[in-house]
C-alpha cells in the first residue's frame, strides 16, 4: 500500500477555510466583525514535496461592514499531522475523507522555520519581497527556531536562541513603526531595546509595506507582567506587611523602568525631533474615543460627565511638547534581562491606524500606560473575598502596591530625564482616562468579565482630588 500524497487546496477552497478559521486567531484584529470573504493576494510555495508542503499567504478580508483588513499567513501542508500541530489546523473542507491533506498554521511546524531561517540567512528570499539587513549584521545559516507561546498580534519565533523573528500578522501599508523606531533607537545607542538585525520588506499596493523584522533574542527573561503579578500575590497572601516589606517588593524594579522609559523617550526626541501642539487637539481625540467607546459599551454612559470634565482640565494647560513615543507601553511590553530593562514592540496601540500610531503625542501617553499597568496588576487578581472586611482589606492592599510602584516608575523616570510626569497632573490623568476608555473597549469585546477592572478605574480616578 503507498503512502497518500499531498492533495493540493486550490486558491478557492483556502479563502472558504481561512474565512472560518481567521476569527478565531488571537492575533486577528477584527474580533465581533462578520467576515463576508477572504480573498488571496499572493500565494508564494515555499515548498513542496509527496508529503509535506508550504505556502506564504497574503490574504484580504473582507467584512459585511467597514473597511476590509490584510493577513499574512504562512501555511503548512501535511498528509499525516503530528498530534503538536493539531491545534493550529484549519477546519476540513466539508465532505472530506480522512485521507484529505492537512492545513494549518506553518509557522508553528519545526520544518517551515527552519524554510525562514534559511531564507534570512542567506538573503534568498521567496517571491517579491526584499531583505535588508543592517550594515555589519552575520546571520548564521542553520539556526533552529521555536515559536513563542505567549498570545500577542503577531507571531514571534526565537531563531538559535539568538535572534527573534517576529512576523506582522495584520499589514498595513507603510513602514512599521517597530522597525522604524527600534533602528532610530539602535543608531542612537539605545541599552534599552534590542537591535534590530534585519527587516523584510515588499511592495504592496504600490507602498513599500514591512512584513517582518529580526532583532536580538533577550535570553533569560521576564516580562514585567509577570514579575508585577508575582509581586501583588505575596503582598496579599502577607496579612500583617506592608508592600514595602515583602520580599518580592517591586518598587526598585518599577524605578529602574522609569528610568529606562526616560532614556528611550529622550533618544526618540533627540533622533527624531519634538514639536509644539495644542493639548486642546489631543483631547479632542480623546472626545471622540469616549463618546466612541460609549456607543460600544453602555456602561460608560455613568461615568462619561466625569471623564469629560477631566479632559477640559486638561484642554485648559495650554500646549504642550510631542515627540515619537512608544504608543502602547504597558507591564508586557517591558523585559528584566539579567543586566536591565528593555522596551519591546514599538508598533503602537492596534485599534489606530498606521498614521495615527506615527503621530508625534506627549511621552505623558507612555508613562500614563505604565500607570494604568500597575493599578492592572494590582487588581486584577482580586477576588470576592469571604467577608465585606476581608474584600476592604485587599482592596486597600492592592491600592498601595499601585501607588508605590507608580511612585517609584515615576520617581526613576524623573532621576534619567530631569522632568517629573507628577508635574503635569491634569494632563497625565486625561491619558490615563483615555487608556481606561480604551481598556473598557477591549475587555468587552474580549474578556467581558474583566470590565470591572477599567471602570473601578475610572471611577477612582474621577472622584480624586
Known sequence: MTDPQLQHYSDAELETLLAEWLPHQRWFAAKGRTVAAVRIMLREHLTDTPAFGADHLLVTVEFESGDEQLYQVPLGYRTHLPDELAHWALPRPDGSGDDRTHAYDGLRDQEIIDLYAHSIATGQVYGPVELHTVPGTVIEEGLRGRALSAEQSNTSVVLGEQLLLKLFRRITPGVNPDVELHLALGEAGCRSVAPVRAWIDAEIGGVRTTLAMVQDFAANSADGWSMALGSVRDLLLEADLRADEVGTDFAGESQRMGAAVAEVHALLAQSLGTSQRDVGDIVDGMLRRLEAAGAVVPELAEVAPAVRARFAEAAATGTTTVQRVHGDLHLGQVLRTPEH???????????????????????????????????????????????????AQREFRAQEWAQRNSA???DGYASESGVDPR????????????????????????????????????RRMTQAD
Open 341 to 391: 530593562w528593555l522596551l519591546i514592540d514599538f508598533e503602537g496601540e492596534p485599534a489606530k491606524s498606521l498614521d495615527e500610531r506615527r503621530e508625534p503625542d506627549s511621552a505623558l501617553r507612555d508613562v500614563a500606560g505604565m500607570l494604568r499597568s500597575f493599578d492592572y496588576a494590582a487588581h486584577h487578581s482580586l477576588h470576592d473575598a469571604a467577608s465585606e472586611a476581608a474584600a
Open 423 to 458: 508635574e503635569f497632573a491634569a494632563l497625565l490623568r486625561a491619558y490615563e482616562l483615555d487608556k481606561a476608555v480604551y481598556e473598557v473597549v477591549y475587555e468587552a469585546r474580549h474578556r467581558p468579565q474583566w470590565i470591572r477592572l477599567p471602570l473601578n478605574a475610572i
Open 408 to 410: 517609584a516608575f515615576c
